[in-house]
């Protein structure tokens, strides 16, 4: 391939995954200006037409003076980013040299590096791998072609590039991951930059429900939560309630938390059926909400976290996401309440005159039967779940109770609340997940963004009773995804979990395990069967982390060896670096050897070629030899016309048949 | 070039002896003397005549017998009546070109008066030094078979002579033809001269100039030093030994239109130039060919 063709070829692909990951996180204006100029670069670069690179210098300066003046500590990923793509899409308008290329490369390097702080997932890595791999490569060709003043490379050429740099890379990878099983691990995160936890406005969790802020909702099917018990499994996995945050203030349009009136106390539960241990790895930060199966007794965790009386549990400093923590609980459990500081829970704000009136009559005999009444009123017609047409307005609840009778949960659960209040039943909402899918073969089960729910307690004879007045119709989202669709996205979640669970898991302890382990594992083999306590740090280490760890080391055994087999062929390709006479020479080598003929070690160069049988081969790799030599054997630097025409006779030979 | 009318002009004439042709030109522009080891009737005289000849120098012949004497070969002061003084009566050595057939025939003491013309290119008679004619090329032969009566050439005679060839049986093509056609040798010696004896001392001194790059003095090095080493071989290639081999070098990339040495140039003449210089162990006295092939296969050529 033609030495520009393979260097637009190779800058339009390093330039797919900066910019495809950033399509979400970096500002739509910005992001799409730098997309723009970025297409029209290309558009003038295959026109051969480029900008001055004094114009470019000067545009970059006052993009990097624009990010300094508006740069805050809140905004400081985002703005950096910004700067990094339109600094990135002018420099694509220059004239091109081996420099340009690498402060391209760098660029693109430092969007990543920006990016991933927005990304915790295994495919980020996998594409950062990837992107790692791609730009490794360019550079690597880039310079071949540079250094040997090459203007053609040959798709054989390309080929043992490609095997060179991926041996070295994959090498390099496997570096990684014993440098990341062996060296020293620290607990909390180096650094937190601010600005990384943007406010996603998506659907899901919220810290204030807005009645009517929205008139549409958006499912999303990201994860938000994985969890895997101990042992056993849950009777019924979607009816299970994932309490995350409890609403206490209503202040006619929004529900929100009050801490004030919480004490920070432990939550008084009164236990009851099967408890249950299970481990929680949570992607995504929720505003530092640690969500919980209901009801949980009981929380580990190995950061900082507070507890609260009405069963929230909130992260007490800064952590890096995912996070893993442990719980025990128990469905069958309820909350209860001694104190006599309820009053918060029937706080009321202004209401129309029609909600009172509402209120007044589902009123019944007892508050069981307020309770019962509230919530089969929803559950009848005409109420209709939906998260399309959402009330909107002066008085959103009023909207929804009297007139359009459609909501999602949050209407249910907020008019629900509100109702039992007016009845004086001390009532609260919830906010959280409800439901989760079990991932057969992982073993584990998962929560979506879209399993997002809000549903309603009501204090009733000192236990809070859980209501979900939402209609049934809220919990068929699950099975509305075709099936193949869902298990081809369970298989690629069950890799995530792993990743997650692998990373996150392998701690200090862990690591004194493993090599306590295999210390010991060694020490049984060598016949000291000393103690068995190798045994029980495998069952320690079980799973999959342990087995990730064994194959890590294998395959970083394997590569090693790999290296070493092919390390002759390696130092081949290395030659590249070096002079491109021995460049030059050896491709030569390589060219016959492909025909069958290999120089013995004691054979000249003259006598090898004496030794070609085929007379155009002879031919040409006589001429090549006759200007080799004759730079070579007397001690005369290779010129430049030398190169070049050792490098046409190298052409002809390679377009022989 | 004129080098290559005199090559092809040997190579007709002297059909099916080509190595020979080259080697003996190799030797004589490197300023060396050649011995040819080989049994009679292959055609010694007739390279040495037709070699003379083409290069447009004077052939001069001595066969070597047992009662031979040193004068014989220098030539001797023969008292002139008329002018009453001794004049100076050249010998057969006052050529260019001189064969000395079956030279391990002669006694020790006339082999050792070929020492000064070789080395020197000078003769000393009754104590006046006569210079002989430049260039001066001295092609010697024995019979490698026959040894009764002989007396082998010592080791201080074998290291003058640069190259030791033999040339061996003609192809069977061409020994059909010397049948039909009978020996030739009158009418090859009608060969036109086509170089003159300067041009010959021009060539040979343009051969010194042929370039030796560093690493094809290292392979020289090597190779030297590994004949030194080789347990096999008792003693290895003297100085003397190696200056030679980088000589009848330069001539090969001379002959070959090169103004540089190539591994090659070495590796193809250490066959000539090595043997008869070194001594091997007893029992692997007669296998120096052998013994260098495999050495020179395990030394690395300087390519890259």
């Known amino acids: 391939m033609e030495k520009t063709k393979l260097e637009r070829l190779l800058l339009m692909l390093s330039l797919l995954i900066p910019f495809g990951l950033n399509f979400t996180i970096v500002d739509r204006k910005f992001y799409l200006l730098a997309v723009g100029l970025g297409l029209l670069a290309i558009f003038l670069e295959s026109r051969n037409f480029h900008i001055p690179r004094f114009v470019i210098n000067a545009l970059g300066v006052v993009f990097i003076l624009f990010f300094f003046f508006t740069v805050t500590l809140a905004n400081f990923l985002d703005n950096a980013l910004i700067t990094l793509f339109l600094l990135l899409s002018l420099k694509l308008f220059e004239k091109k040299r081996l420099r340009d290329y690498f402060q391209i490369y760098l660029l693109e390097f430092l969007i990543l590096a920006g990016t991933s702080f927005f990304y915790t997932s295994i495919w980020f890595f996998l594409l950062l791998l990837l992107q790692v791999f791609l730009i490794g490569i360019s550079l690597f060709i880039h310079l071949y072609m540079e ?109 929100e938390r009050k801490e004030s009136v919480l004490l920070s106390s432990r939550p008084l539960l009164e236990r009851k059926g099967q408890h249950y241990g299970a481990t929680l790895y949570l992607q995504e930060d929720l505003q530092d909400y640690l969500p919980t199966l209901d009801y949980t007794f009981h929380l580990r965790a190995n950061y900082p976290f507070r507890e609260h009386r009405d069963g929230v549990y909130k992260l007490g400093e800064m952590v890096s996401y995912p996070l893993k923590y442990e719980i025990s609980f128990s469905p069958e459990t309820r909350l209860v309440e001694e104190t006599s500081e309820i009053g918060a829970y029937l706080q009321i ?25 509230i919530v089969e009123y929803f559950h009848k017609a005409p109420f209709r779940y939906s998260l399309k047409r959402l009330p909107q307005g002066e008085d959103p609840l009023d909207r929804f109770l009297f007139e359009s009778k459609e909501g999602n949960c949050e209407f249910f659960a907020g008019a629900t609340a509100l109702l039992l209040r007016l009845n004086g039943i001390p009532a609260r909402v919830i906010g959280g997940y409800r439901g989760a899918v079990y991932h057969e073969r992982g073993g584990y089960y998962l929560v979506q963004e879209r399993f997002a729910h809000s549903w309603v307690e009501a204090l009733i004879n000192g236990q809070w009773v859980r209501v979900d007045p939402s209609p049934q119709a809220s919990f068929n989202i699950l099975s509305k995804e075709r099936k193949s669709l869902q298990r081809l996205k369970l298989y690629a979640d069950l890799i995530n979990f792993y990743y997650v669970k692998f990373i996150l898991d392998y701690d200090v302890t862990k690591q004194k395990k493993l090599w306590h382990f295999l210390g010991t594992g060694i020490s049984n083999l060598l016949g000291k069967k000393e103690n068995k306590s190798a045994i029980k740090d495998l069952s320690d280490l079980k799973g999959f982390s342990f087995l990730g760890v064994l194959g890590c080391v294998l395959i970083s055994v394997l590569g090693i060896i790999l290296l070493i087999k092919f390390r002759g062929d390696l130092w081949d390709y290395l030659e590249v670096f070096k002079k491109p006479e021995k460049r030059l020479f050896r491709r030569f080598e390589r060219e016959l050897k492909k025909r069958g003929y290999v120089r013995e070690k004691g054979a000249g160069l003259w006598e090898f070629v004496e030794s070609i049988r085929d007379s155009d081969l002879k031919f040409h790799a006589t001429r090549f030899a006759q200007i080799y030599s004759s730079y070579y054997y007397k001690d005369e630097p290779f010129d430049k016309k030398a190169i070049e025409e050792l490098e046409k006779c190298l052409k002809k030979l390679r377009e022989l048949k | 070039m004129k080098i290559h009318r005199v090559l092809n002009t040997l190579r007709d004439t002297l059909s099916g002896k080509d190595k020979a042709i080259e080697l003996s030109l190799i030797c004589l522009f490197a300023q060396g003397h050649l011995l040819i080891e080989d049994l009679p009737g292959i055609g010694k005289t007739t390279l040495a005549l037709v070699l003379a000849k083409t290069l447009g120098l004077t052939f001069g012949r001595i066969q070597g017998t047992s009662d031979l004497l040193p004068s014989d070969i220098t030539g001797s002061s023969v008292y002139n009546k008329r002018t009453e003084s001794f004049v100076f009566q050249k010998g057969p050595i006052f050529n260019n070109v001189v064969l000395v057939d079956e030279i391990n025939r002669m006694s020790p003491k006339t082999q050792s008066a070929l020492l000064e013309p070789m080395e020197e290119g000078q003769v000393t008679v009754d104590g006046v030094t006569y210079s002989l004619p430049k ?107 190696a200056l030679s081999l980088l000589a009848v070098s330069k001539a090969r990339a001379y002959l070959q239109d090169r103004d540089f040495v190539i591994p090659e140039d070495i590796k193809e003449l250490s066959f000539y130039v090595i043997p008869h210089r070194i001594l091997l162990q007893e029992e692997y006295v007669g296998k120096e060919k052998t013994l260098l092939k495999e050495i020179l296969e395990d030394l690395k050529a300087p390519v890259q």
């Not at chain 1, 704000?349 to 009444?373: M, W």
């Open chain 1, 349 to 373: 704000p202004d209401v129309s005159p029609r909600i009172r009136k509402l209120a007044q009559s589902l009123r019944g005999g007892s508050d069981g039967e307020t309770l019962n009444k």
């Open chain 2, 135 to 241: 260039p001066f090329f001295l092609i010697a032969t024995q019979n490698p078979i026959e040894y009764f009566g002989t007396f082998p050439l010592p080791e201080a005679q074998l290291d003058r002579f640069l190259m030791k060839i033999s040339i061996g049986y003609p192809p069977r093509a061409i020994e059909r033809e010397i049948l039909q056609r009978g020996s030739l040798r009158d009418e090859k010696l009608g060969v036109q001269a086509i170089l003159t004896p300067d041009e010959v001392l021009a060539i040979q001194s343009e051969v010194k100039k042929v370039k030796v790059s560093e690493k094809v003095l290292d392979y020289l090095l090597d190779l030297v030093e590994k004949t030194r080493e080789h347990p096999y071989i008792r003693v290895g290639l003297s100085s003397r030994g």
């Open chain 1, 147 to 255: 250094e040997g003043e090459v203007a053609y490379v040959s798709g054989v050429e390309l080929k043992s590039m490609l095997f060179c740099m991926g041996t070295l890379l994959t090498g390099s990878i496997i570096l990684a991951g014993i440098f990341f099983i062996s060296l020293p691990r620290l607990q909390a995160p180096l650094l937190k930059i601010a600005g990384a936890e943007s406010d996603k406005a998506k659907t899901g969790f919220t810290e204030k429900i807005r009645l009517g802020a929205f008139s549409e909702i958006q499912e999303s099917s990201k994860v938000i939560l994985r969890f895997n018990l101990k042992a056993g499994k849950l009777p019924d996995a979607s009816s299970i309630y994932i309490r995350a945050i409890v609403y206490d203030h209503f202040d006619g349009k929004t529900w």
